[in-house]
T-cell receptor, first 109, second 114 residues
Framework: RKEVEQDPGPFNVPEGATVAFNCTYS??????FFWYRQDCRKEPKLLMS???SGNEDGRFTAQLNRASQYISLLIRDSKLSDSATYLC??????????FGQGTRLTINP | DAGVIQSPRHEVTEMGQEVTLRCKPI?????LFWYRQTMMRGLELLIY????????DSGMPEDRFSAKMPNASFSTLKIQPSEPRDSAVYFC????????????FGPGTRLTVL
């Protein structure tokens, strides 16, 4: 079983729609979680951290469910510029991050 | 401020040749990471350093791969001899230890081994 699993997609949604991704992780001892964004042929960049209580950053909402060991990302009112690959990331400790394979999202006009 | 710098950005080489990838981390960062990204396997951690000391090299695929960090501002990843299956994008990332281990990635080196 992979340490971090994501649905690779692709997800194709119309502009303005709401889209959600989930990710599961295998190490129950993991403490920190993140979503990174990677544009085509670019490097990954931190989108947001994921806190136990859930957190929101504008149109983006991240949730953590420790009991079920999954993390979610919700994007509301999607924009064309949201088209990218979204990487679910789990901190294994000692600064070591494990990246999921990513979910590819395309927003269509 | 300059981000993580990698060179070369693209490398095309023939099987059996030695390849050296270079990375300059963000000034003041004390962690440096080397990753490899392919369509099949995604983003894989190869090795990482803390204060120039290798901490975990369990992701290095085999002895053909080696990495060094002679000082706080420079690291190399070497593949000798290179093979076609090494073709991938190699990212270097750096971070500063604090409560949030955000890693800052360089633009990557796209390696093609013919």
């Amino acid at each position: 079983r992979k340490e971090v699993e994501q649905d690779p997609g692709p997800f194709n949604v119309p502009e303005g729609a709401t889209v959600a991704f989930n990710c599961t992780y295998s190490n129950s001892a993991s403490q920190s979680f993140f979503w990174y964004r990677q544009d085509c042929r670019k490097e990954p960049k931190l989108l947001m951290s994921v806190y136990s209580s859930g957190n929101e950053d504008g149109r983006f909402t991240a949730q953590l469910n420790r009991a079920s060991q999954y993390i979610s990302l919700l994007i509301r009112d999607s924009k064309l510029s949201d088209s990218a690959t979204y990487l679910c990331v789990v901190d294994q400790g000692a600064q070591k991050l494990v990246f999921g394979q990513g979910t590819r999202l395309t927003i269509n006009p | 401020d300059a981000g993580v710098i990698q060179s070369p950005r693209h490398e095309v080489t023939e099987m059996g040749q030695e390849v050296t990838l270079r990375c300059k981390p963000i000034s003041g960062h004390d962690y440096l990471f080397w990753y490899r990204q392919t369509m099949m396997r995604g983003l894989e951690l190869l090795i990482y350093f803390n204060n120039n000391v290798p901490i975990d090299d369990s992701g290095m695929p085999e002895d053909r791969f080696s990495a060094k960090m002679p000082n706080a501002s420079f690291s190399t990843l070497k593949i000798q001899p290179s093979e076609p299956r090494d073709s991938a994008v190699y990212f270097c990332a750096s971070s500063f230890w604090d409560s949030t281990p955000e890693q800052f990635f360089g633009p990557g080196t796209r390696l093609t081994v013919l």
